[in-house]
């Protein structure tokens, strides 16, 4: 058990409060991340806050959502990080399943100045918001409104407000809030969509229990992907994604900063 769990919910807050420092900007930043965002109400106007990892730059942040959940975890967490080994060329390729808000789509984007990203994401509310996020690095930045999924369709997911960091595709399961549909994906027609490459220097793979169907289903795709990091949900194993990525050449173990993650490198590229 980590010790930040035994700790009382008023130090662990002043422990929040001073991470934040480490990737917000200014005071003023601080005080619309610790006030207004918490405060705020559903639909209201975003808040506006400077990001010290992005150089400073402004990003857009939705009261009452978990955007403010996911810009902590994001710059202080960096789960969505590639591991160290992983030395990307001069013009990286990138690949961002289930891209949120677009805070770690604009995190590739600044830390690899000439890498190009493609972000894939399910709710369109995430995309306007995402592509809000990364419009200053709109000439190599790109969000695709879609589902990830093993075939192409259309695929239901529910809607919650205050679950926005956590929307999976249905399936039938029954949960709190609103089906809505929307286009599904597989991996060919998103690789198509981005004019067929090559190579993709580093694929993410958050996709709230959809990685499933996508890695043990045809994943050919794979032996184009030097590096791929994969969070697991909805009682899919380590061991079993582990084994999925073997079959197509991927060297996978698990995440050691993240024991949901599992990280895969494909020798044959690396």
Known sequence: MRIARLLPSSIKAQLR????????????????????????????????????????????????????????????????????ELTMPKRPIILDLGANNGLTVAHFASLYPTAHIVGVELDKRNVSIARSNVAMWSDRCKIIHAGVWC?????????????????????????????????????ATILKEMSDPDIIDYVKMDIEGAEREVLSKDASWLSRVRCIKVELHGGYMIDQCIADLSEYGITARRDVKHNLCVIGLNRNLI
């Not at 601080?30 to 990003?59: C, D, F, K, T, W």
């Not at 239901?156 to 549909?181: K, N, P, V």
Request: aromatic share 8%.
């Open 151 to 187: 075939e192409d369709g259309e695929v239901a997911y529910i809607y919650s407000e205050g679950s926005e960091d956590g929307l999976a595709i249905s399936e039938g399961h029954l949960q709190e809030g609103h089906m809505e549909t929307v286009r599904a994906c597989s991996m």
């Open 17 to 84: 409060k001073v991470a934040a420092r480490t990737f917000l900007s200014d005071r003023g930043s601080m005080r619309a991340y610790h006030g207004e965002l918490q405060r705020g109400s559903y639909g209201s106007a975003p808040v506006r806050v400077n990001i010290r990892q992005l150089n400073n730059a402004e990003v857009k942040l939705r009261p009452a959502t978990t955007d403010a959940r996911t810009t902590f975890a994001t710059f202080w967490h960096q789960f969505h990080l590639p591991p160290r």
